[in-house]
């Protein structure tokens, strides 16, 4: 039963903090004007901040107070490692900073596009998944609701890419949802490895933190210094990480 309760737990907050990116996009259905750059940059730094915070109280300190520090490195080298290979081998196109990869003529850009998001998406809904294993019902709420909090300006920014991509308000609105459908997948994986392999969970913490700190590093924060609106993006991400960290205590 306690199996069940992590697996059918961490599939279904994956799959909520996934939805979270139809919130976002909505938007896209209403108004003519896209939000600007730097209120973009605002949002995504703010969301950065408070994924960081999750990372850091509900996935690496508990892999140091489980399985020890030594557990903690490893995971998280070999989770940022991973990412860092699928990012190498992995063709794909980032709406801003355009392709990264092996350059191929067989993939069209939209699955380019595909292959980008899911590599952002799928290790957010592992660390869902895996948060919620030996009953830290507590660190998996955190750490959905970070990821939730995140996707929904992500989802904001990705409906009004595929708009300047040329695609119609309402198949933006649903291309963006999709993207968030990846998480649940990574939610399922991730709870099914603690279920099944539960003295491992100190280190499948460190793992999805390794691959949640590799997204933010190589990815959003990136994207919000891009602009110009580096100073602006700085503090909202600080603004969201203590944010997350009082909440965090909060819940605790």
């Given at each position: 039963?306690?199996?069940?309760?992590?697996?059918?737990?961490?599939?279904?907050?994956?799959?909520?903090?996934?939805l979270?990116?139809?919130?976002?996009?909505?938007?896209?259905?209403?108004l003519k004007?896209?939000?600007?750059?730097?209120?973009?940059?605002?949002?995504?730094?703010?969301?950065?901040?408070?994924?960081?915070?999750?990372?850091?109280?509900?996935?690496?300190?508990?892999s140091?107070d489980?399985?020890?520090?030594?557990?903690?490195?490893?995971?998280?080298?070999?989770g940022?490692?991973?990412?860092?290979?699928?990012?190498?081998?992995s063709?794909?196109?980032?709406?801003?900073?355009?392709?990264?990869?092996?350059?191929?003529?067989?993939?069209?850009?939209?699955?380019?596009?595909?292959?980008?998001?899911?590599?952002?998406?799928?290790?957010?809904?592992?660390?869902?998944?895996v948060?919620?294993?030996?009953?830290?019902?507590?660190?998996?709420?955190?750490?959905?609701?970070?990821?939730?909090?995140q996707?929904?300006?992500?989802?904001?920014?990705?409906?009004?890419?595929?708009?300047q991509?040329?695609?119609?308000?309402?198949?933006?609105?649903?291309?963006?949802?999709?993207?968030?459908?990846?998480?649940?997948?990574?939610?399922?994986?991730?709870?099914?490895?603690?279920?099944?392999?539960?003295?491992?969970?100190?280190?499948?913490?460190?793992?999805?933190?390794?691959?949640?700190?590799?997204?933010?590093?190589?990815?959003?924060?990136?994207?919000?210094?891009?602009?110009?609106?580096?100073?602006?993006?700085?503090?909202?991400?600080?603004?969201?990480?203590?944010?997350?960290?009082?909440?965090?205590?909060?819940?605790?």
């Amino acid at each position: 039963m306690e199996n069940l309760n992590v697996f059918v737990l961490g599939s279904l907050a994956s799959l909520i903090a996934g939805l979270a990116t139809s919130l976002g996009a909505i938007p896209v259905l209403f108004l003519k004007k896209q939000p600007s750059e730097k209120q973009l940059d605002m949002y995504l730094a703010f969301a950065s901040g408070v994924m960081l915070a999750a990372t850091m109280f509900s996935l690496i300190v508990p892999s140091i107070d489980i399985g020890g520090p030594l557990i903690m490195v490893i995971g998280v080298v070999l989770g940022a490692v991973t990412i860092e290979l699928f990012d190498v081998f992995s063709p794909h196109e980032h709406f801003l900073k355009g392709h990264e990869g092996p350059n191929t003529a067989l993939v069209k850009k939209v699955w380019l596009f595909v292959i980008a998001i899911t590599l952002h998406n799928f290790p957010e809904g592992m660390a869902v998944g895996v948060s919620f294993g030996g009953e830290m019902i507590k660190n998996g709420l955190v750490v959905a609701t970070a990821i939730g909090i995140q996707n929904i300006p992500e989802g904001t920014a990705t409906a009004f890419s595929f708009i300047q991509a040329g695609y119609s308000k309402k198949r933006s609105f649903f291309m963006s949802t999709l993207t968030g459908l990846v998480e649940p997948l990574g939610g399922i994986l991730g709870a099914s490895l603690v279920v099944f392999m539960k003295p491992a969970l100190p280190f499948f913490l460190a793992f999805a933190a390794g691959a949640m700190l590799y997204v933010i590093s190589d990815e959003i924060i990136p994207e919000t210094h891009s602009h110009g609106n580096e100073r602006i993006a700085t503090f909202s991400l600080i603004v969201g990480f203590l944010l997350m960290t009082v909440l965090d205590n909060t819940l605790g």
